[in-house]
């Protein structure tokens, strides 16, 4: 058996079983993948898990494929003779391919990353000043997150800087999340939108997100917190906006004593000294 037979039938069977496998995970598994489809972020994060997993098939394929082939082809057999593949050491066919293949997929993967990081944030939280912002952003809808032991609230600087207890959020529309603490750090997680951003206190760290049609989203403490972080979770709703309308007016005359009793609505709170994290 002549050394070129070894790397033809490997690379056959890595293009066979590769071709096989990509379309299986992108057509099948990747559109399972979380957080699925609530928002046009969490949608975006689906794409590039798809994309990412596109592209790593065929690497995991080349792994898997040679291990096998070579368990079987090059194991010791009953002769006693010890088989040996063929040595690739110093052989520059395959260092060329190694650096050309390897380089291509990193510099691909870094480029299109910051590129969809770039178009909307992603979900994530950019800080006070966003550089990801998505185009619209001005006419978002603000919703203030303030995370505190061992719950969220929300504060609604465009009605009234009510603060409720629950979240609901328009259907079809732009929010600009301004997630802040007032204690220890925490991390607002908004599962089905697509959406996680750093509660820090002193802080505000701004993440985008677009609903779509009307969701249940479950809200988790993703940093532990103390010792009812795994306490630390609730249920949103996207609702349509006439019903956000309704829901809003509600809550601001529900809560309109409590209001008028609030610190004003700042972009960040200062924690009082006296208070322990833990
Ligand atoms: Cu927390």
């Not at 058996?1 to 079983?17: A, Y």
């Not at 003779?81 to 040595?87: I, N, R």
């Not at 509660?199 to 609903?211: K, L, Q, S, W």
Request: charged content about 15%.
């Amino acid at each position: 058996m002549s050394e070129v037979n070894h790397w033809r039938r490997v690379v056959l069977w890595w293009l066979g079983t590769s071709i096989v496998a990509t379309l299986l995970v992108v057509l099948l598994l990747a559109p399972i993948l979380p957080p699925g489809n609530g928002s046009v972020e969490a949608s975006g994060q689906v794409v590039d898990n798809t994309v990412l997993l596109g592209v790593s098939t065929p690497v995991a394929m080349a792994v898997l494929v040679f291990f096998i082939y070579a368990l079987i082809v090059f194991r010791e057999r009953d002769t006693g003779a010890v088989l040996d593949g063929p040595p690739i050491r110093g052989d520059a066919k395959v260092q060329t391919w190694w650096l050309v293949v390897t380089t291509g997929i990193v510099l691909f993967l870094a480029g299109y990353g910051t590129v969809r990081l770039l178009a909307d944030g992603a979900g994530g939280g950019q800080g006070p000043n966003p550089i990801a912002a998505p185009a619209g952003a001005k006419d978002a809808l603000q919703v203030q997150v303030i995370a505190q032991q061992w719950k969220f609230t929300y504060r609604w600087p465009s009605y009234g800087g009510v603060e409720t207890s629950t979240i609901d959020l328009p259907a079809h529309r732009m929010i600009e999340f301004h997630v802040t603490s007032l204690d220890v750090i925490h991390s607002f997680w908004a599962y089905q939108l697509g959406v996680k951003a750093d509660a820090e206190p002193g802080f505000d760290n701004i993440a985008y997100v677009t609903t779509k049609g009307p969701l249940t989203f479950n809200v988790h403490c993703a940093e532990l917190c103390g010792v009812w972080h795994g306490y630390m979770f609730a249920t949103g709703h996207v609702v349509s906006q006439g019903t956000f309308k309704t829901w809003i007016a509600q809550q601001r005359r529900q809560f309109a004593p409590a209001t008028r009793n609030l610190a004003p609505y700042r972009k960040q709170y200062f924690p009082d000294p006296q208070r322990r994290g833990g």
